[in-house]
Structure formats: structure tokens, C-alpha cells
Nanobody, 124 residues
């Protein structure tokens, strides 16, 4: 069982930065691939980034490549999403999720555990 708690969301102007954190409980955090998703009210949850259990491989949706960086610290049971050059279209609720699949999947149904989400609002 893994419990995930996101933090770090907030309001920022376009071009600004935020760093999201996702703290996990449980001793098996390092065995999970982790992903970040986002959801705008009324839309489907969208894959944003994923990272393997070791942190050696990272994946991004095209719209955030070069702006967002996913990382993890297994000693702290935490995964991060550094978001730079934010745009109004990045506004969403951001969720972290844990998957037993080795390579972090892009499909939300392949994730086993989810956090409660944190709101990110980017104004123009």
C-alpha cells in the first residue's frame, strides 16, 4: 500500500516556475515507477511525465518537453516535478501516481495509487 500526497501547487504568472512534490508513505516506494498527470475540469486526465524506479529514465509529453523536469529521491520517498516557463495552458490539477509497471505507463488505468491532486494556476 502506498499513500501519495502532493504539494507545491499555487498561482503564478506566465513564464514563472513552480516545483511540485509528491511524498509517498510505505517502504516500497523505490519499487514503483512514478508519473505526473494533470486534469482540467471536465476533461480527461492527461499524462505529463514519468520516471522509472531508479530515476534513470524519464519521459515527457511533447507539450512540456524542455520546460518540465521530473525527478525522484528514493531516500526521501519523494518525486518532484519542476515546472519552468509556465503557460496559461498548464493550468490544471496535477496528480502524482505510482505504478508497478517498470516503465512508467502513459495510461492512467495502469497506475495503482494516486494522490489527491494540487492546483496549478498560470495567469497571462
Amino acid at each position: 500500500q502506498v499513500q501519495l500526497v502532493e504539494s507545491g501547487g499555487g498561482s503564478v504568472q506566465a513564464g514563472g516556475s513552480l516545483r511540485l512534490s509528491c511524498a509517498a508513505s510505505g517502504r516500497t516506494f523505490s519499487s514503483y515507477a512514478m508519473g505526473w498527470f494533470r486534469q482540467v475540469h471536465g476533461n480527461e486526465r492527461e499524462y505529463v511525465a514519468g520516471i522509472t524506479w531508479s530515476g534513470g529514465n524519464k519521459y515527457y509529453v511533447d507539450s512540456v518537453k524542455g520546460r518540465f523536469t521530473i525527478s525522484r529521491d528514493n531516500a526521501k520517498n519523494t518525486v518532484y516535478l519542476q515546472m519552468n516557463s509556465l503557460k496559461p495552458e498548464d493550468t490544471a490539477v496535477y496528480y502524482c501516481a505510482a505504478s508497478v509497471v517498470a516503465l512508467p505507463p502513459r495510461n492512467m488505468v495502469d497506475y495503482n495509487y494516486w494522490g489527491q491532486g494540487t492546483q496549478v494556476t498560470v495567469s497571462s
